[in-house]
């Protein structure tokens, strides 16, 4: 059975970083596109980044553009993802998830495997 463990959430200030972590097992991950979503109560979830394969093609919605970075190690079965200047509305439980697509993707559906989540809270 796939899994993937998110870490690397908390409470930061404003202004503040985190590095969440997602590492996958039973998967052939460096076949697999993989994503971070994030959902805030009474919001829907949504795809903050997105990375091939290879790492070489990259997605980042707006409202992180400049802010965030996602990076894998293929080797290390192991996705990350910098969050940098966080602000309060960046406040939501993170996901980790996994797509056989071979193209990026940021559609929820399309993503056949999903961590537990980890808990960002962003306030002073």
């Known amino acids: 059975q796939v899994q993937l463990v998110e870490s690397g959430g908390g409470l930061v200030q404003p202004g503040g970083s985190l590095t969440l972590s997602c590492a996958a097992s039973?998967?052939?991950?460096?076949?697999?596109?993989m994503g971070w979503f994030r959902q805030a109560p009474g919001k829907e979830r949504e795809c903050v980044a997105a990375?091939?394969?290879?790492?070489?093609?990259?997605y980042f919605a707006d409202s992180v553009k400049g802010r965030f970075t996602i990076s894998r190690v293929n080797a290390k079965n192991t996705v990350y993802l910098q969050m940098d200047s966080l602000k309060p509305e960046d406040t939501a439980v993170y996901y980790c998830?996994?797509?056989?697509?071979?193209?990026?993707?940021?559609?929820?559906?399309?993503?056949?495997?999903w961590g537990q989540g980890t808990q960002v809270t962003v306030s002073s």
């Open positions: 039973r998967l052939t991950f460096s076949r697999s596109t």
């Open positions: 998830a996994a797509s056989r697509r071979a193209q990026i993707t940021t559609n929820p559906a399309t993503y056949d495997f």
């Open positions: 990375i091939s394969w290879s790492g070489g093609i990259t």
